[in-house]
């Protein structure tokens, strides 16, 4: 096929492009993309791509919706420019957690990866997606990267006594995901629930909210429709023991970090001596930094899917772990058309 052209955004070239782009001996393709005084996004590609693979990779930043249309604009710039195939390498899928109906609301994911097919995306390479099934909202070939292998190995290589540690699910969502870091650890697992209100439970979902009673009239007489009964959350309650132990809770997402630490206070007072907290990405939004400083949390590890410096410097228990080699090695097996199955080895289901 064509060559290997890289387009990458100028305007904030992370040290995670830097690494990519040296792992892989290609230049960064020569592209110019600026805000007009408007707010406009505009994009001038200042190289031929013309029959190559068009990489273009996509850290999120705060601004996500500029981002997102910095990415479909250099797509569709891209496609209007005939490259071969266009492949996004987006660590972080923004507004992966509007992947369910609530209320009047409307399924987010769904329209982007519409809007990123639309523009002209030809595969999609990204990394733990908040839910696995997002990849069947595109209808390109997706690879969803996992950052277990790396948090994994972070666990066994910087804590020394690991092998007295339970892995936490702050919450029933999440207990897959901690099933599958303790089987691999062979480690034990404790799953928190009870009173402590998940943004993700059920309870904010409007179906569930009883109708008003003008509407009852509606129904037609024979149509006996059962009453919900609302969901009584029980007080907190840890299911497995954590006393005496390490304990390090598993997420996808760190970014509103309130779950987290009311998580830490429940494991401090049933006795675990130390709390470590590992997520793939690290958002850590508006004050989270200083709200982990401050915290009970020992040791907060994220991997660079997001770039994330400001809130180091504003909190030294935040760590980094580089998943960059995973991704250069998937843009170097899509170019050269080799198997992706080796990326995914020792991947269950519910990882």
């Known amino acids: 096929g064509g060559g290997l052209g890289n387009g990458v955004k100028n305007s904030s070239i992370s040290t995670f492009n830097f690494i990519m782009t040296v792992r892989l001996g290609v230049e960064m393709g020569k592209v110019q993309v600026y805000q007009e005084p408007n707010r406009e996004t505009r994009v001038q590609i200042q190289e031929s791509v013309r ?14 919706n500029t981002t ?26 923004p507004y992966s957690k509007q992947c369910k109906m609530r209320k009047r609301g409307s399924i987010v994911s769904k329209l982007l990866a519409s809007m990123m097919c639309k523009a002209g995306l030809t595969h999609l390479i990204t990394m733990d997606l908040h839910q696995k099934e997002i990849q069947g909202f595109f209808n390109i070939p997706v690879d969803n990267l996992r950052a277990s292998p790396f948090l994994l190995q972070y ?17 029933p969502a999440s207990a897959k995901r901690a099933q599958s ?21 059920d309870l904010v979902d409007g179906r569930h909210s009883p109708p008003m009673v003008r509407s009852v ?12 009964i609302p969901k009584e959350k029980p007080p907190i309650t840890v299911v497995g023991d954590v ?32 709390i470590f ?40 228990k935040i760590k980094t772990v580089d ?11 899509i170019h050269n058309g080799e198997s992706m199955s080796y990326l995914f080895r020792n991947i269950g289901l519910d990882d």
């Open 51 to 64: 029959g190559k693979d068009v990489f273009i990779i996509q850290t999120v930043s705060k601004d996500v």
């Open 68 to 93: 997102v249309m910095e990415l479909l604009i250099m797509v569709y710039a891209c496609k209007t420019s005939c490259a071969k195939s266009i492949i996004g390498v987006i660590p972080y899928f």
């Open 155 to 171: 666990i066994q290589e910087e804590i020394p006594d690991y092998r007295n540690a339970v892995i936490v699910a702050k919450s």
């Open 181 to 201: 870091f303790a089987e691999r650890l062979r480690l034990g697992i404790a799953v928190i629930h009870g009173e402590a209100q998940d943004a993700e439970s």
């Open 217 to 228: 009239a509606a129904i037609h007489p024979s149509l006996e429709i059962p009453m919900l």
């Open 243 to 274: 006393g005496g132990r390490i304990a390090i809770i598993v997420d996808d997402i760190i970014d509103d970090v309130d779950s987290f630490l009311a998580a830490a206070e429940t494991l401090k007072e049933r006795g675990a001596y130390k």
């Open 277 to 316: 907290v590992m997520a793939t990405h690290g958002l850590l939004s508006s004050d989270a930094p200083r709200l982990i400083e401050e915290s009970a949390i020992d040791e907060v590890v994220v991997t660079n899917t997001i770039p994330h410096e400001i809130q180091k410097l504003q909190c030294p």
């Open 323 to 333: 998943i960059s080699m995973i991704l250069s090695e998937a843009i170097r097996r």
